[in-house]
């Protein structure tokens, strides 16, 4: 059943209120992330089932937005799921390699679960992080377990 004939038949309606723009305080309790205290994804859900995340470290090193989709599971309970690139820096940093870029280096693998408060202005959710490098395997040391803490972006 999708989304629209879920709120025209009296199920689940609550999904409306995940759409928009989202910014969420994330804390990583175990992995290579548990040092950064000052972690923010920024989140764009859309209408449809897709969604953005970007953070506040997306330059160090620089890796462009995650992409990805959510899905509501219960009233006021959804889930995401969303992948970025890493990169890394090219071996010699001669002018020559500057210009070439950074190198791709990881693929990250973030799921999310997503508790809506009951006014849709706030959520708390728990994210597993799961880290690939360029061959697809799992780099079993590279992920973590985190919460969050987001408000919904609003005109006052």
Do not use: C, H
């Not at 305080?25 to 970007?54: H, I, P, R």
């Amino acid at each position: 059943m999708t989304q629209d004939s879920q709120a025209q038949s009296g199920g689940v309606r609550s999904y409306g209120k995940l759409i928009g723009q989202w910014r969420s305080q994330v804390q990583f309790t175990t992995g290579g992330f548990a040092e950064v205290k000052d972690l923010e994804f920024m989140y764009s859900f859309n209408l449809g089932g897709t969604m953005t995340e970007s953070s506040n470290y997306d330059a160090a090193p620089p890796v462009p937005p995650a992409y990805g989709i959510w899905r509501q599971v219960d009233t006021n309970k959804f889930e995401a799921k969303y992948e970025y690139y890493a990169t890394t820096r090219p071996e010699n940093t001669s002018l020559e390699n500057i210009w070439s870029g950074w190198l791709p280096a990881t693929r990250g693998v973030l799921t999310e679960n997503i508790t809506l408060d009951s006014e849709g202005d706030s959520f708390t959710s728990t994210i597993t992080y799961e880290a690939f490098d360029k061959d697809n395997n799992l780099i079993v040391d590279g992920g973590g377990i985190a919460t969050g803490k987001a408000v919904k972006l609003q005109f006052d």
